[in-house]
Protein backbone atom coordinates (compact mmCIF):
# COMPACT_ATOMS: atom_id res chain seq x y z
CA UNK A 1 0.00 0.00 0.00
CA UNK A 2 0.98 3.29 -1.19
CA UNK A 3 0.27 5.31 2.87
CA UNK A 4 2.42 8.31 1.33
CA UNK A 5 0.25 8.99 -1.88
CA UNK A 6 -3.30 7.96 0.31
CA UNK A 7 -2.16 10.43 2.81
CA UNK A 8 -1.11 13.18 0.71
CA UNK A 9 -4.12 12.65 -1.62
CA UNK A 10 -6.33 12.82 1.63
CA UNK A 11 -4.74 16.11 2.98
CA UNK A 12 -4.88 17.76 -0.28
CA UNK A 13 -8.81 16.79 -0.72
CA UNK A 14 -9.43 18.81 2.40
CA UNK A 15 -6.73 21.32 2.24
CA UNK A 16 -7.37 24.94 2.94
CA UNK A 17 -10.42 25.51 2.39
CA UNK A 18 -11.53 24.07 -0.46
CA UNK A 19 -14.14 20.96 -0.52
CA UNK A 20 -15.11 18.62 -3.45
CA UNK A 21 -18.38 18.26 -5.99
CA UNK A 22 -20.29 15.64 -6.19
CA UNK A 23 -21.34 14.67 -9.40
CA UNK A 24 -21.27 11.49 -9.92
CA UNK A 25 -24.95 10.93 -10.29
CA UNK A 26 -26.48 7.94 -11.26
CA UNK A 27 -27.79 7.95 -14.79
CA UNK A 28 -31.25 7.43 -13.63
CA UNK A 29 -31.40 10.21 -11.17
CA UNK A 30 -29.55 12.49 -13.38
CA UNK A 31 -32.60 11.58 -15.57
CA UNK A 32 -34.93 12.75 -12.95
CA UNK A 33 -33.49 15.66 -12.28
CA UNK A 34 -32.97 16.63 -15.85
CA UNK A 35 -37.09 15.44 -16.53
CA UNK A 36 -37.96 17.73 -13.74
CA UNK A 37 -36.71 20.59 -15.92
CA UNK A 38 -38.00 19.51 -19.10
CA UNK A 39 -34.35 18.48 -20.25
CA UNK A 40 -33.52 15.52 -22.50
CA UNK A 41 -32.81 12.43 -20.61
CA UNK A 42 -30.45 11.82 -23.03
CA UNK A 43 -26.06 10.62 -22.74
CA UNK A 44 -25.54 13.84 -24.18
CA UNK A 45 -27.49 15.79 -22.33
CA UNK A 46 -25.58 14.24 -19.56
CA UNK A 47 -22.36 15.39 -21.42
CA UNK A 48 -22.86 18.97 -22.15
CA UNK A 49 -24.27 19.60 -18.56
CA UNK A 50 -20.92 17.93 -17.01
CA UNK A 51 -18.94 20.19 -19.47
CA UNK A 52 -20.67 23.09 -17.98
CA UNK A 53 -20.02 21.75 -14.59
CA UNK A 54 -15.98 21.45 -15.31
CA UNK A 55 -15.72 24.41 -17.43
CA UNK A 56 -16.83 26.69 -14.96
CA UNK A 57 -14.21 29.16 -15.05
CA UNK A 58 -12.23 29.34 -11.05
CA UNK A 59 -13.71 26.19 -10.16
CA UNK A 60 -10.52 24.45 -8.68
CA UNK A 61 -10.24 27.84 -6.37
CA UNK A 62 -13.06 26.60 -4.24
CA UNK A 63 -13.22 22.78 -5.59
CA UNK A 64 -10.61 20.28 -4.47
CA UNK A 65 -12.01 17.06 -5.89
CA UNK A 66 -14.67 16.18 -8.23
CA UNK A 67 -16.73 12.67 -8.33
CA UNK A 68 -17.55 11.73 -10.92
CA UNK A 69 -19.77 9.03 -12.59
CA UNK A 70 -17.77 5.84 -14.62
CA UNK A 71 -19.70 7.50 -17.92
CA UNK A 72 -18.36 11.12 -17.14
CA UNK A 73 -14.90 9.92 -16.49
CA UNK A 74 -15.14 8.75 -19.93
CA UNK A 75 -16.09 11.59 -21.63
CA UNK A 76 -14.72 14.65 -23.40
CA UNK A 77 -15.79 18.04 -24.26
CA UNK A 78 -17.40 19.09 -27.56
CA UNK A 79 -14.11 20.22 -28.62
CA UNK A 80 -12.41 16.88 -27.88
CA UNK A 81 -10.50 17.16 -24.91
CA UNK A 82 -11.11 14.74 -22.57
CA UNK A 83 -13.21 15.44 -18.92
CA UNK A 84 -9.89 14.44 -17.21
CA UNK A 85 -8.11 16.75 -18.51
CA UNK A 86 -10.01 19.01 -18.22
CA UNK A 87 -10.68 18.74 -14.83
CA UNK A 88 -6.89 18.09 -13.84
CA UNK A 89 -5.59 21.36 -15.45
CA UNK A 90 -8.38 23.00 -13.18
CA UNK A 91 -5.85 21.88 -10.03
CA UNK A 92 -8.60 19.39 -9.17
CA UNK A 93 -8.21 16.03 -8.31
CA UNK A 94 -10.52 13.67 -10.15
CA UNK A 95 -12.45 11.07 -8.48
CA UNK A 96 -14.96 8.22 -9.23
CA UNK A 97 -17.84 6.45 -8.12
CA UNK A 98 -17.50 2.83 -7.71
CA UNK A 99 -20.95 1.34 -5.71
CA UNK A 100 -22.96 0.58 -7.83
CA UNK A 101 -26.05 1.39 -6.43
CA UNK A 102 -28.25 0.48 -2.88
CA UNK A 103 -30.14 -2.71 -3.36
CA UNK A 104 -32.65 -4.03 -1.07
CA UNK A 105 -31.63 -5.87 1.64
CA UNK A 106 -32.92 -9.59 1.79
CA UNK A 107 -35.12 -10.12 5.13
CA UNK A 108 -35.16 -6.44 6.43
CA UNK A 109 -37.65 -4.81 4.94
CA UNK A 110 -37.29 -1.20 4.32
CA UNK A 111 -33.73 -1.52 4.40
CA UNK A 112 -30.50 -1.03 1.44
CA UNK A 113 -27.15 -2.66 1.13
CA UNK A 114 -25.48 -0.98 -1.65
CA UNK A 115 -23.59 -3.33 -3.78
CA UNK A 116 -20.02 -2.93 -6.22
CA UNK A 117 -17.75 -5.27 -4.56
CA UNK A 118 -17.13 -8.25 -7.08
CA UNK A 119 -14.95 -7.29 -9.42
CA UNK A 120 -13.88 -4.14 -7.81
CA UNK A 121 -10.35 -4.66 -7.80
CA UNK A 122 -10.35 -4.62 -11.21
CA UNK A 123 -12.72 -1.70 -11.78
CA UNK A 124 -10.26 0.08 -9.30
CA UNK A 125 -6.73 -0.49 -11.18
CA UNK A 126 -8.42 0.86 -14.06
CA UNK A 127 -9.62 4.21 -12.59
CA UNK A 128 -6.06 4.91 -11.47
CA UNK A 129 -4.54 4.00 -14.25
CA UNK A 130 -6.94 6.63 -15.93
CA UNK A 131 -5.69 9.45 -13.23
CA UNK A 132 -8.50 9.33 -10.45
CA UNK A 133 -7.25 9.23 -7.24
CA UNK A 134 -9.86 8.77 -4.47
CA UNK A 135 -13.08 6.77 -4.99
CA UNK A 136 -16.95 6.97 -3.58
CA UNK A 137 -19.24 4.47 -1.85
CA UNK A 138 -22.48 5.53 -0.39
CA UNK A 139 -24.60 3.21 2.04
CA UNK A 140 -28.24 4.49 2.38
CA UNK A 141 -29.84 4.35 6.43
CA UNK A 142 -33.00 4.80 6.49
CA UNK A 143 -34.67 6.13 10.06
CA UNK A 144 -38.08 4.42 10.92
CA UNK A 145 -39.94 2.63 13.19
CA UNK A 146 -37.43 -0.37 14.59
CA UNK A 147 -35.21 1.07 11.60
CA UNK A 148 -32.80 0.90 10.91
CA UNK A 149 -31.43 -2.87 12.26
CA UNK A 150 -28.23 -3.75 13.86
CA UNK A 151 -27.90 -6.29 11.24
CA UNK A 152 -28.77 -3.60 8.56
CA UNK A 153 -26.16 -1.03 10.08
CA UNK A 154 -23.21 -4.21 10.29
CA UNK A 155 -23.83 -5.22 6.57
CA UNK A 156 -23.47 -1.46 5.95
CA UNK A 157 -20.40 -0.78 7.62
CA UNK A 158 -18.86 -3.99 6.36
CA UNK A 159 -19.50 -3.32 3.20
CA UNK A 160 -17.87 -0.09 3.36
CA UNK A 161 -14.80 -1.49 5.06
CA UNK A 162 -14.15 -3.77 2.28
CA UNK A 163 -14.59 -1.02 -0.32
CA UNK A 164 -12.23 1.30 1.46
CA UNK A 165 -9.29 -1.88 2.16
CA UNK A 166 -9.30 -2.53 -1.94
CA UNK A 167 -9.12 1.25 -2.64
CA UNK A 168 -5.92 1.98 0.07
CA UNK A 169 -4.56 -1.07 -1.79
CA UNK A 170 -5.10 0.43 -5.42
CA UNK A 171 -4.31 4.04 -4.33
CA UNK A 172 -7.03 5.69 -4.10
CA UNK A 173 -8.41 7.50 -1.43
CA UNK A 174 -12.21 5.71 -0.28
CA UNK A 175 -14.53 8.50 0.32
CA UNK A 176 -16.40 6.70 2.87
CA UNK A 177 -20.20 7.65 2.82
CA UNK A 178 -22.00 6.54 5.68
CA UNK A 179 -25.61 8.64 4.70
CA UNK A 180 -28.35 8.53 7.49
CA UNK A 181 -31.51 9.77 5.21
CA UNK A 182 -33.36 12.91 6.10
CA UNK A 183 -37.13 11.46 4.94
CA UNK A 184 -39.09 10.49 7.91
CA UNK A 185 -41.12 12.15 11.44
CA UNK A 186 -37.72 11.42 13.72
CA UNK A 187 -36.52 14.35 15.57
CA UNK A 188 -32.68 15.69 15.90
CA UNK A 189 -31.87 13.28 19.35
CA UNK A 190 -33.05 10.35 16.90
CA UNK A 191 -30.84 11.22 14.08
CA UNK A 192 -27.70 11.46 16.22
CA UNK A 193 -28.49 8.09 17.86
CA UNK A 194 -28.64 6.75 14.60
CA UNK A 195 -25.48 8.04 13.41
CA UNK A 196 -23.49 8.11 16.21
CA UNK A 197 -24.09 3.86 15.43
CA UNK A 198 -23.38 4.25 11.82
CA UNK A 199 -20.69 5.71 12.80
CA UNK A 200 -19.42 3.35 15.16
CA UNK A 201 -20.17 0.04 13.30
CA UNK A 202 -18.30 1.85 10.57
CA UNK A 203 -14.94 2.39 12.72
CA UNK A 204 -15.35 -0.89 14.08
CA UNK A 205 -15.47 -2.27 10.39
CA UNK A 206 -12.23 -0.48 9.06
CA UNK A 207 -10.50 -1.17 11.65
CA UNK A 208 -11.21 -4.43 11.19
CA UNK A 209 -10.35 -4.59 7.55
CA UNK A 210 -7.24 -2.83 8.63
CA UNK A 211 -7.66 0.45 6.46
CA UNK A 212 -5.10 3.56 7.50
CA UNK A 213 -7.45 5.74 8.82
CA UNK A 214 -5.04 8.48 7.90
CA UNK A 215 -6.05 8.02 4.06
CA UNK A 216 -9.94 7.92 4.01
CA UNK A 217 -12.05 11.23 3.77
CA UNK A 218 -15.57 10.69 5.76
CA UNK A 219 -18.49 11.69 4.43
CA UNK A 220 -21.83 11.43 6.54
CA UNK A 221 -24.67 13.25 6.84
CA UNK A 222 -25.36 16.39 9.29
CA UNK A 223 -27.06 15.27 12.25
CA UNK A 224 -30.89 16.67 11.40
CA UNK A 225 -34.73 16.25 12.57
CA UNK A 226 -36.29 14.37 9.60
CA UNK A 227 -38.11 16.52 6.93
CA UNK A 228 -41.50 15.82 7.99
CA UNK A 229 -40.23 16.30 11.81
CA UNK A 230 -42.99 18.65 13.52
CA UNK A 231 -39.85 20.30 15.58
CA UNK A 232 -37.30 21.65 13.17
CA UNK A 233 -34.08 22.76 14.79
CA UNK A 234 -32.10 25.75 14.52
CA UNK A 235 -28.80 26.21 12.91
CA UNK A 236 -26.95 26.12 16.29
CA UNK A 237 -28.75 23.10 17.57
CA UNK A 238 -27.87 21.33 14.01
CA UNK A 239 -23.60 22.51 14.52
CA UNK A 240 -23.77 21.21 18.03
CA UNK A 241 -25.38 18.18 17.63
CA UNK A 242 -23.46 16.97 14.33
CA UNK A 243 -20.01 17.89 15.72
CA UNK A 244 -20.38 16.23 18.92
CA UNK A 245 -21.49 12.93 17.45
CA UNK A 246 -18.91 13.45 15.33
CA UNK A 247 -16.26 13.62 18.21
CA UNK A 248 -17.66 11.29 20.15
CA UNK A 249 -17.27 8.33 16.99
CA UNK A 250 -14.48 9.36 14.45
CA UNK A 251 -11.28 9.08 15.76
CA UNK A 252 -8.48 12.26 15.52
CA UNK A 253 -6.28 10.24 12.75
CA UNK A 254 -8.68 10.90 10.16
CA UNK A 255 -7.73 14.01 8.05
CA UNK A 256 -11.44 15.51 6.69
CA UNK A 257 -14.96 15.36 7.01
CA UNK A 258 -16.89 16.15 4.48
CA UNK A 259 -20.57 16.60 4.43
CA UNK A 260 -23.04 15.21 2.00
CA UNK A 261 -26.05 17.81 1.45
CA UNK A 262 -28.66 15.24 1.93
CA UNK A 263 -31.36 17.47 0.15
CA UNK A 264 -31.20 20.41 1.79
CA UNK A 265 -31.63 23.74 0.54
CA UNK A 266 -28.07 24.47 -0.67
CA UNK A 267 -28.23 28.09 1.72
CA UNK A 268 -29.24 25.78 4.52
CA UNK A 269 -26.33 23.44 3.96
CA UNK A 270 -23.71 26.69 3.85
CA UNK A 271 -25.21 28.24 6.65
CA UNK A 272 -24.87 24.78 8.86
CA UNK A 273 -21.23 24.21 7.39
CA UNK A 274 -20.37 27.54 8.45
CA UNK A 275 -21.82 27.13 11.98
CA UNK A 276 -20.02 24.16 12.15
CA UNK A 277 -16.43 26.21 11.83
CA UNK A 278 -17.51 29.37 13.71
CA UNK A 279 -18.01 27.21 16.82
CA UNK A 280 -15.86 23.95 16.51
CA UNK A 281 -12.68 24.89 13.96
CA UNK A 282 -10.21 25.48 16.44
CA UNK A 283 -11.05 22.77 18.73
CA UNK A 284 -12.24 19.89 16.19
CA UNK A 285 -9.40 17.32 14.86
CA UNK A 286 -10.34 16.80 11.60
CA UNK A 287 -11.31 19.65 9.08
CA UNK A 288 -15.17 19.90 8.45
CA UNK A 289 -15.55 20.26 4.85
CA UNK A 290 -18.26 19.70 2.39
CA UNK A 291 -18.48 17.21 -0.86
CA UNK A 292 -22.43 18.50 -2.03
CA UNK A 293 -23.85 17.42 -4.92
CA UNK A 294 -27.60 19.19 -4.84
CA UNK A 295 -26.32 21.83 -2.87
CA UNK A 296 -23.44 22.83 -5.25
CA UNK A 297 -25.50 21.49 -8.21
CA UNK A 298 -29.02 22.87 -8.36
CA UNK A 299 -29.67 26.43 -8.75
CA UNK A 300 -27.00 26.14 -12.12
CA UNK A 301 -29.15 23.29 -13.22
CA UNK A 302 -32.43 25.10 -12.76
CA UNK A 303 -30.79 27.96 -14.77
CA UNK A 304 -28.83 25.87 -17.42
CA UNK A 305 -32.73 24.08 -18.49
CA UNK A 306 -30.24 22.41 -21.33
CA UNK A 307 -30.27 25.85 -23.19
CA UNK A 308 -26.75 26.83 -24.53
CA UNK A 309 -27.71 30.27 -23.90
CA UNK A 310 -27.77 29.53 -20.35
CA UNK A 311 -24.90 28.28 -19.69
CA UNK A 312 -22.78 31.68 -18.35
CA UNK A 313 -25.18 32.19 -16.17
CA UNK A 314 -25.43 29.02 -14.57
CA UNK A 315 -21.74 28.88 -14.43
CA UNK A 316 -21.92 31.83 -11.84
CA UNK A 317 -24.25 30.34 -9.82
CA UNK A 318 -22.47 27.20 -9.66
CA UNK A 319 -19.02 29.13 -8.39
CA UNK A 320 -21.52 31.23 -6.12
CA UNK A 321 -22.47 27.83 -4.36
CA UNK A 322 -18.85 26.57 -4.46
CA UNK A 323 -17.66 29.89 -2.90
CA UNK A 324 -20.09 30.14 -0.13
CA UNK A 325 -19.34 26.84 1.14
CA UNK A 326 -15.42 27.54 0.85
CA UNK A 327 -16.16 30.75 2.84
CA UNK A 328 -18.39 28.26 5.30
CA UNK A 329 -15.24 26.47 5.65
CA UNK A 330 -13.59 29.50 7.37
CA UNK A 331 -16.33 30.45 8.93
CA UNK A 332 -16.86 33.62 7.32
CA UNK A 333 -19.98 32.71 5.29
CA UNK A 334 -22.85 35.19 5.31
CA UNK A 335 -26.29 35.83 4.35
CA UNK A 336 -25.24 39.26 2.89
CA UNK A 337 -23.05 36.58 0.15
CA UNK A 338 -26.32 35.49 -1.35
CA UNK A 339 -27.56 39.09 -2.48
CA UNK A 340 -24.23 40.31 -3.84
P1 LIG B 1 -25.99 15.45 -2.00
O1 LIG B 1 -25.06 16.55 -1.53
O2 LIG B 1 -26.97 15.90 -3.05
O3 LIG B 1 -26.62 14.73 -0.87
O4 LIG B 1 -25.10 14.39 -2.76
C1 LIG B 1 -23.92 14.00 -2.18
C2 LIG B 1 -23.57 12.66 -2.66
O5 LIG B 1 -22.53 12.46 -3.23
C3 LIG B 1 -24.53 11.57 -2.43
O6 LIG B 1 -23.89 10.34 -2.56
Redesign the pocket.
Known amino acids: MNTQLLMATARALVAADKGLL?M?ESNPTCNKRFAKLGIPQTEEARRAYRELIITTPGLGESISGA?LHDETIRQQKRDGTPFLKVITDAGIIPGIKVDTGAKDLSGHPGEKITEGLDGLRDRLKEYFQMGARFA?W?AVITVGEGLPSRSGLEANAHALARYAALCQEAGLVPIV?P?VLMEGEHTLERCRKVTEEALRNVFIQLNCQRVMLEGIILKPNMVLPGLACPQQASVEEVADATVNCLLRTVPAAVPGIAF????QSAELASVRLNAMNVRFKSRAPWALAF?????IQQPALEIWQGQEANVLTAQQALIHRARCNQAARRGEYTAAMEKS
Do not use: N
Not at 260 to 263: A, E, K, P, T, V
Open positions: ADIKREELSGGSFARA
